[in-house]
């Protein structure tokens, strides 16, 4: 079966955009059993791999804290395995709680079946999140149980 390389690229641009639109939105891009993944998370009290509910718990939670994000320089290249990709992208926004601007580099990994992501690994730098958010340390989890 022959693959389009830019379905991946339309997606992770569709995600891009759902960041700044809902929680539901966002979740919808995924498939029920999907897993996402956080590699530096738990450092800051953000479970490493979440499911589709839990992902969901932490997106009401996450996305008003970045409301508005800015995404710039998305690049996105397909692999030789069918579906599967790697991305970058930077993304600014200012955090309303300190009016702190917060800047992330992410790169993320990323399977899709269908017109969903089935896994997603995004790896981004737990300390620009804290100082952007007024934090030296962790004291508060950012996902509710």
């Known amino acids: 079966m022959k ?4 379905q991946g690229q339309a997606l992770f641009q569709t995600l891009l955009d759902a960041f700044n639109q809902d929680w539901q ?10 897993f996402i993944e956080y590699p530096y998370a738990h450092t800051i009290g953000v479970p490493a791999r979440l499911n589709k509910d839990n992902y969901r718990a932490h997106l009401q939670n996450i996305l008003p804290q970045m409301p508005g994000i800015a995404f710039s ?7 030789q395995q069918p579906y599967t990709y790697w991305a970058e992208v930077h993304g600014e926004t200012t955090m309303p709680a300190t009016g702190n601007l917060y800047r992330q580099d992410y790169v993320m990994f990323f399977t899709i079946a269908g017109n969903q992501f089935s896994r997603y690994r995004e790896y981004w730098n737990p300390v620009a999140f804290l100082q952007a958010s007024g ?7 950012l996902l509710k149980s």
């Open 73 to 79: 320089n998305v690049r996105v290249y397909p692999l």
């Open 135 to 141: 934090q030296d340390t962790l004291t508060t989890p």
């Open 3 to 6: 693959t389009n390389p830019n």
């Open 25 to 34: 939105t966002v979740i919808d891009l995924f498939t029920d059993d999907a």
